[in-house]
């Protein structure tokens, strides 16, 4: 059974931390009222002329530093990304260059917040086709550039960043004793895209609009569709919730959360947060979030690493993983 294993993970947030206290100053908002509602005590703010691409790529060479692998073993790049640089070509194809990759392939993926664990699934997908043997998943947004920041509804829970995981092709019994990736389930309902999307776009107004979300039934549905396509994920492994030693979500908001894990049986202790200091990176929150508990020591060989994630479309899916 071949299995795709995570040997690599890095990360980068650009430039200094922009608290609650400073973004008050520019917006109707307070520390107070920010951290009630979600937890988040700051962000990152990507600088004018910093890209996708430029968070990108500093992640991919920290993951590739991490793991030892060198641009020239490169098979496949998949970046998940809603902001990419340009409508076209694919801001993975700009990583490529920069990183010196002349081989294989590399494209974008679009999910929204969900976007690293369908870009997970689609490299693990290609690898246990035989189409790659060594991968690079990114995550990466700046999700500033289509902020309103006259809302101080959305404006305030988002940030910039991104994180990276490099796989390699390994071998398995083909069971929950395997190391590696584990499971894959991906789910999608268009029926409620008007909960969460951008107003605006290349083929209707040809300019990129603005976030627009409508946060009460975004958050009844995160925490349904979340505990479901855990409980599904863990099924697809032979695993329980009982056998989670990690679950690292989409860090979107601290009471979404909260709800999943109580939602599901498990404890808050084993949820690795960081909405707190990075808000809402849409699809750059979980290689982030991933790359700081493996780097702290939390994650360690062999123990289950559940990664989930919801966002516009709907999309939502979930990721197991043995480290």
Same mark, same amino acid.
């Given at each position: 059974?071949?299995?795709?294993?995570?040997?690599? %993970?890095?990360? !980068?947030?650009? *430039?200094?931390?922009?608290?609650?206290?400073?973004?008050?100053?520019?917006?109707?908002?307070? #520390?107070?009222?920010?951290?009630?509602?979600?937890?988040?005590?700051?962000?990152?703010?990507?600088?004018?002329?910093?890209?996708? =691409?430029?968070?990108?790529?500093?992640?991919?060479?920290?993951?590739?530093?991490?793991?030892?692998?060198?641009?020239?073993?490169? #098979?496949?790049?998949?970046?998940?990304?809603?902001?990419? #640089?340009?409508?076209?070509?694919?801001? @993975?194809?700009? $990583?490529?260059?920069?990183?010196?990759?002349?081989?294989?392939?590399?494209?974008?993926?679009? @999910?929204? %917040?969900?976007?690293?664990? !369908?870009?997970?699934?689609?490299?693990?997908?290609?690898? &246990? =086709?035989?189409?790659?043997?060594?991968?690079?998943?990114?995550?990466? +947004?700046?999700?500033?550039?289509?902020?309103?920041?006259?809302?101080?509804?959305?404006?305030?829970?988002?940030?910039?960043?991104?994180?990276?995981?490099?796989? &390699?092709?390994?071998? *398995? &019994?083909? #069971? @929950?004793?395997?190391?590696?990736?584990? @499971?894959?389930?991906?789910?999608?309902?268009?029926?409620?895209?008007?909960?969460? !999307?951008?107003?605006?776009?290349?083929?209707?107004?040809?300019?990129?609009?603005?976030?627009?979300?409508?946060?009460?039934?975004?958050? /009844?549905?995160?925490?349904?569709?979340?505990?479901?396509?855990?409980? +599904?994920?863990?099924?697809?492994?032979?695993?329980?919730?009982?056998?989670?030693?990690?679950?690292?979500?989409?860090?979107?908001?601290?009471?979404?959360?909260?709800?999943?894990?109580?939602?599901?049986?498990?404890?808050?202790? /084993?949820?690795? $947060?960081?909405?707190?200091?990075?808000?809402?990176?849409?699809?750059?929150?979980?290689?982030?979030?991933?790359?700081?508990?493996?780097?702290?020591?939390?994650?360690?060989?062999?123990?289950? $690493?559940?990664? +989930?994630?919801?966002? *516009?479309?709907?999309?939502?899916?979930? =990721?197991?993983?043995?480290?």
């Amino acid at each position: 059974m071949i299995r795709s294993h995570i040997v690599g %993970c890095g990360a !980068y947030l650009p *430039g200094d931390p922009v608290s609650n206290e400073a973004l008050a100053k520019r917006v109707d908002t307070s #520390d107070e009222w920010i951290q009630q509602r979600t937890g988040i005590l700051q962000r990152h703010i990507a600088a004018d002329g910093e890209l996708t =691409s430029h968070l990108a790529l500093k992640a991919a060479e920290r993951a590739m530093a991490h793991a030892g692998v060198k641009a020239s073993e490169l #098979d496949l790049i998949v970046l998940a990304t809603a902001t990419p #640089d340009e409508t076209f070509p694919a801001t @993975a194809t700009r $990583v490529q260059a920069e990183l010196g990759m002349t081989r294989g392939a590399a494209f974008d993926v679009q @999910a929204v %917040c969900s976007g690293f664990v !369908y870009g997970l699934s689609v490299a693990d997908s290609m690898m &246990k =086709s035989g189409m790659a043997g060594t991968a690079l998943v990114i995550g990466a +947004e700046t999700f500033s550039r289509i902020l309103d920041w006259t809302d101080r509804t959305t404006c305030v829970l988002f940030g910039d960043g991104a994180g990276a995981v490099v796989l &390699k092709v390994g071998q *398995g &019994k083909g #069971d @929950a004793t395997d190391r590696g990736i584990l @499971a894959n389930v991906l789910h999608s309902d268009g029926r409620h895209h008007d909960l969460l !999307y951008v107003d605006g776009g290349p083929s209707s107004t040809q300019k990129t609009g603005f976030l627009r979300m409508q946060g009460k039934e975004v958050f /009844k549905h995160a925490v349904t569709n979340l505990a479901a396509v855990v409980d +599904e994920s863990l099924g697809a492994a032979g695993l329980t919730s009982a056998d989670v030693d990690w679950i690292v979500p989409h860090q979107a908001n601290k009471r979404i959360l909260d709800g999943t894990a109580r939602k599901l049986g498990i404890s808050p202790e /084993k949820v690795v $947060v960081t909405v707190d200091k990075h808000a809402n990176t849409s699809a750059a929150s979980i290689p982030l979030a991933l790359n700081e508990a493996v780097q702290d020591g939390r994650v360690k060989p062999g123990q289950i $690493v559940l990664m +989930e994630a919801m966002g *516009g479309g709907l999309t939502w899916g979930a =990721s197991v993983v043995r480290w």
